[in-house]
């Protein structure tokens, strides 16, 4: 089947970087938009960044001028560069890829990643 697997969470001070990674693997065909997620301690899941296939990007108010998502289609990775990393930033990071077509034109809707926590504090 297909997994989505997240890295590069940690604890980092205020103001600190974070770069974070989400790899897709299995039989894949193809993606179309993946994103990443966040979940702060009792609150709800949150858009913070949205990636198309073609490469089209959309942030959160909340993260615009510091945070940037991107993708490689050849590693069908995607990454979110955290920049200027603020305490409200501290959450499970969770990627999404919202339609996954594998090597059998089977169609996936979507797929979620384990999460991987985010820590900023001094």
């Known amino acids: 089947q297909v997994q989505l697997v997240e890295s590069g969470g940690g604890l980092v001070q205020p103001g600190g970087s974070l770069r974070l990674s989400c790899a897709a693997s299995?039989?894949?065909?193809?993606?179309?938009?993946m994103g990443w997620y966040r979940q702060a301690p009792g609150k709800e899941r949150e858009l913070v960044a949205h990636?198309?296939?073609?490469?089209?990007?959309n942030l959160a108010d909340s993260v615009k001028g510091r945070f940037t998502i991107s993708r490689d289609n050849a590693k069908n990775t995607v990454y979110l560069e955290m920049n200027s990393l603020k305490p409200d930033d501290t959450a499970v990071y969770y990627c999404?890829?919202?339609?996954?077509?594998?090597?059998?034109?089977?169609?996936?809707?979507?797929?979620w990643g384990q999460g991987t926590l985010v820590t900023v504090s001094s």
């Open positions: 990636i198309t296939s073609s490469g089209r990007t």
């Open positions: 999404n890829a919202d339609t996954v077509v594998t090597v059998s034109f089977q169609v996936l809707r979507d797929v």
């Open positions: 299995g039989s894949i065909f193809s993606i179309n938009a």
